[in-house]
């Protein structure tokens, strides 16, 4: 098909833009960035083996997390083979701890996943919709958000009964709300900008627009606060273990862990300890690098 | 409490030996008295000596000035006149150190009133801005805090550079608001800056940068935000206090009308160069510049309809990849070879005017020949 | 309907044949609500204007901050919903039952901004910016991305070099480039240009004005030009309507008003001009003070309150602008030109 579009008078091709300067997208930049944060990659790195060893847990733990020994109770570091010594049923401490990680990670990332789609998808519909809709689903949040974070979540996670998936259902609640304010907020600045007002000007319906001008610009934000609600979110799943909210004995679990060896804190007080730095340094971990995330993300174009 | 006048300043002045001492009469290029005839014998009030700016950062090196060389005399209202990333913003805030520090290098020399600007410790850069030197920006909604009333801001202006009372320091506030002629000034001393229109903004800030009696003024755009029957108020008002207060002047702008308005003297910048400086109406009436030339040719000015503008084609250099030689040649009707082998000397075609560009004749050279 | 965007069009669409105004604007008025504490101001920013636009044509609209040229283009395009008046496009109604529906009118009317950080979406290349309106319009998107692509030649970009772009590595004429390509590419027969090269350099906005010169014969397209330049306002313009807070003050082809301008406010916004010329310097600037604010205007004719000529009459009754319909027309609303109008200068 002939292409054979003159160049009107007056204009020029502008080949000025050198060479060296290559295309980059946003994203790409970011990961630019980030390659040049030595401390965000390194906390990475960690964050990355914890997962790992979760996820692998079956083939790294040197015993089985469930197998109770009536001998070998609450005994020190490198007894016998066991490199954390054992819990006050036998178990081996390492083992549990490894597979701890499993739960402990699912109960930190699926409620922050649901809650990012359920709550930005509310958010988004309530920055784009008219008043009265926003007015609805905003106000209804506050309701929600006017509770104490932990408060909520022991609520609903007890008037559900407990366990794991009752635990994820409960945090995943407890998270809507600010989900959905900071996609409300993202939208909102998003939707006054003029290349949606050109959207609209070129006939396009709001769905089209939400698609495709106003999602990819708050994804951003809904995704630099989904990574540092998943570090909260593993201090709040532990919190609920640790009441008996959350698993339920014997599966491992960081939280139940510090709660069962809480009795023990004065005979074996290092092992009381392991459990409750695995929660910390797995939390901090995803915070720091969150943070890192949100640094190379938060540039002004 | 005023600065004292023009003609007592040289006076004063006139009894100092002339820096740069050549006569007048024969146009040697070199003193840039811009007028024809007396060479007047006053020490410049600003030396800009082939001042470069660079940015540095982890991707690229920006070089937004690259050895701008220049002086104003007192009194005398220098025009830099450049379209965006011309480096004219830039060579405006080095002058006050008004740069980041991390990333900017600059190299040079600038000296204000005989104070070199860059060895200045942070004591007395800090008494030099608002004091000596004064600047006014192009938007007062973000020059002006928000929180404080005028007054407030203009008083505390005023005590920290001259101390005295609060109340004495409100009187000259006053006075300087009424000197802006902003109309009901005693009630708008207590307006803050939101409560005020963009004129009235803009005359503000201008009462605040002459709180201290600057002998130096630099204004940055200043009439480049506001409306046409305002921006013609505000440049007649620049030009009555300029004239009454006998302050240097150096305005940056992209107008060519502003800068007919309001300048003694012009110099235009490209690419981070001063390519073609002059008395204003000799530059503006001859150009010698290709790049001044399409500049005059390229605004809008009682064209005929049926005919295009002529444009410059193509557009400004990116600063972080410079090309070698002249920096307009990618666009310039007039290249030759030569243009792009080493950057143009500045050349002196006649007394008080410089170009740089290959095309125009020296008149030192010329003259030798 | 055609693929490409080669040749000239003929006048395949016109309904109303070539004497049928493309747009008549009668009363136009929209009004905003401010709420400040305990009382509700009104701000009108546009209240009342009418207009008559040719095909074919360049009407310019020139006006300080504060006159309701930038919401009258929204009013026009349907971007903001009007409080009074009617909009009549090619002979039918914009909005009624009978007429044209406002997405319909979309496809005829477009509109290009102001550069400004935000008229392009940061996150989309330049080209996939383009390809949206056709993509939205029913294209396929690799259709869609190929119309852009020839549009991007039409405004003078290499859409290799530039196509897959963002618009933070392109400089402001390049990214207007963009605008005009993004407003061009549904083949609209009219587009608004609300300030669309305000913010640019004057070297830069040479070559965007001769483009948009080009564009207009090759497509051709009908103008409305919106601006503060008044210098450019009458290059561009073939006739030319002046804004003062939400009103139109002075209407007539573009030669006639700046030759002989009727409306003092128009003449004091003409004499604000920068000379040109450092011998021959404005020493008085013809009118004092600032554009009013649009919340509670004055009453009467809204410019008496900064008019040099101005007397009772003016405070008490707004003047009328007389016959704004007719193409070679030049009219102002002032009293000084209304006969019987009370004015001590006004004819018998």
Known sequence: ?301 | MSAPSAPARSAMAGSVPAIRGASSATPDGRDRSGHDGWAVPEPPLVEVDDLTVRFVTREATVHAVNGVSFSVRPGEVLCILGESGSGKSVTLRAMLRLLPPRRTRIEGGIRIDGQDVLALDKRRLRELRGGLVSMIFQEPMTALDPVYTIGAQIAETVQRHKGGSRAAARARALELLELVKIPSAERRLDNYPHELSGGLRQRAMIAMSLSCGPRLLLADEPTTALDATVQIQVLILLRRLQRELGMGTIFVTHDLGVASEIADRIAVMYAGRIVEEGPVADVLSAPQHPYTQGLLASTVHGQSRDHDIEAIPGSPPDLRRLPSGCAFAPRCLHVQPDCRAAVPGPRYPSHGRMARCLRVTDAALAAAE | MSTTLTAPRPYAEDVGGPAQPLLIARDLAKHFRVRGGSKTARVRAVDGVSFTLFKGETLGIVGESGCGKSTLARLVLHLVERDGGELIFDGEPVGAPRGISIAALRRHVQMVFQDSYSSLNPRMPVQDSVAFGPFVHGRKKPDARRVARDMLVKVGLNPDLFGPRYPHELSGGQKQRVNIARALAIEPRMVILDEAVSALDKSVEAQVLNLLRSLKQQFNLTYLFISHDLNVVRYVSDRVLVMYLGRVVELGPSEDIFTNPLHPYTRALLGSRPSMDPTNRIEEPPITGDPPSPIDPPGGCRFHTRCPFAEAVCEAKSPELGAWLERGSHVAACHMLNAGSGHSAAPA
């Open chain 1, 1 to 301: 098909m002939s292409q054979t579009a003159t160049l009107p008078a007056g204009a020029r091709f502008d080949d000025d833009l050198p060479p060296a300067l290559r295309v980059r997208g946003y994203w790409s930049s970011v990961g630019v960035r980030l390659r040049h944060d030595p401390a965000t990659l390194c906390f990475g790195v960690i964050v990355l083996l914890i997962v790992l060893a979760a996820i692998f847990a079956p083939l790294i733990a040197p015993f089985d997390p469930y197998k109770e020994s009536v001998v070998l109770r609450l005994k020190p570091f490198g007894y016998r083979g066991h490199p954390l010594g054992t819990d006050e049923l036998g178990r081996d401490l390492l083992s549990r701890l490894i597979y701890g990680g499993r739960s402990s990670l699912l109960m930190g990332l699926v409620p922050v996943c649901i809650a990012t789609a359920l709550g930005g998808t509310l958010g988004v519909i309530g920055g784009f919709a008219g008043r009265t809709v926003n007015a609805a689903i905003m106000r209804t949040m506050d309701v929600f958000y006017a509770f104490p974070s932990v408060l909520l979540a022991v609520a609903i996670s007890g008037a559900m009964g407990g366990g794991m998936a009752n635990g994820m259902a409960a945090l995943a609640l407890v998270f809507i709300p600010a989900m959905c304010r900071v996609a409300e907020t993202a939208t909102a600045q998003v939707r006054s900008l003029d290349f949606i007002e050109a959207a609209r000007a070129t006939g396009a319906g709001t769905f089209t627009i939400v698609r495709y001008h106003v999602l990819g610009n708050v994804l951003g934000p809904v995704f630099i606060y989904a990574s540092s609600l998943v570090s909260v979110s593993i201090l709040l799943a532990s919190g609920l273990s640790f009441l008996g909210l959350g698993v339920k004995p014997p599966t491992p679990d960081w939280g139940l862990m510090l709660s069962t060896l809480r009795q023990s804190i004065y005979v074996a007080p290092l092992s009381c300890a392991l459990p409750g730095a695995a929660i910390f340094v797995t939390s901090i971990c995803f915070n720091l690098v969150s943070d890192g995330i949100r640094s190379a993300m938060d540039v002004r174009l």
